[in-house]
């Protein structure tokens, strides 16, 4: 029953260079024991809806204590029944090509 | 401290015309309190986070009952000391443009 | 076989207040003579998929004048044969519900 | 002057399984000679805006053949003078964090 999530926390009142608020972000994600997967433009997380979001919100929480104005962009799949879908959906895609794709 | 969030929640699995699934989270966002817009492609509310996040969760519940696969999209804007951006935002680019808007 | 977008487009550069910028893309929006609604956390245009692309390079390449970090968030929905969606879509839900909301 | 742009693009009418028809996207993606990354939740491409736009419309003419209702969702990241930002942004997390990351 769980949900496949990919989120974005970024700062608008840092200037250009916002990879030090980003770093933060990804160190709780994967400290906080979740499934995860960073990527270029987000990072996604597999679990139940609760914990998913426990996930975003310590992400936002420990933004909050330093910057004025974030924004957080989420996407979420859920499909019944499904699990490891953080890898099984790529996987599925090579699977229909044929052939590796760049991943 | 409040947060603007626009989401958008839908069945994958209904077929092209999902209206009345999407009708019936409108009716538990307009049942739940909570201060809300909606437009053509999401409905923004305005709140705390948790309780923001806990009208999301509502409506992902009352869809999970009957659809098998759902698609979330939410985009959240905080910023601090700010309220009521629901309609601050708009109103503001008026100011700024010196005429009203389509809205 | 016209297209529903939303789509909103902020410096990163600029610091927490971007509302002037934003205000010059809704003025680009607001001349194109698209059909538009503006809400709070997007502008919704509708049109073909070219033209409606087009609104939004212009707007990019607007900002692209003096911001050094944009980022753009879009979310399409296309279906065969629909029309006026821009209005339509909240017009049915409220068809649906026996009620206005608020919009 | 490239940008970074995350795109998933779904069909609404034909059930809950739709991996053919992403895997129909990924192979257009992978045969334009764009530079993409495969992510769970979308795909991440990169280059001018034209070049990025014109893959992602490939992707929904090839949809909208046998698909009548569609959702795309997208999501650009611009930055003045950057390049290779498709590899380069995760690298950067890891370079920061001092230890690799699930990607």
Not at 7 to 17: M, R
Not at 38 to 64: H, N, Q, R, Y
Not at 71 to 82: L, N
Request: hydrophobic share 35%; with cysteine; proline share 3%.
């Amino acid at each position: 029953m769980s949900v496949l999530l990919e989120f974005s926390i970024t700062p608008l009142d840092k200037g250009e260079s916002v990879g030090k608020y980003v770093a933060r972000s990804i160190d709780l994600v994967d400290k906080s024991g979740i499934d995860y997967q960073l990527g270029p433009m987000g990072t996604s997380i597999e679990g139940e809806w609760d914990d998913v979001m426990a996930v975003v919100k310590k992400c936002f929480d420990e933004m909050k204590r330093d910057c004025r104005r974030i924004s957080v962009a989420m996407k979420a799949d859920y499909r019944e029944g499904a699990s490891n879908r953080i890898r099984g959906k790529v996987e599925s895609v090579e699977k229909r090509l044929g052939h590796p794709v760049k991943k």
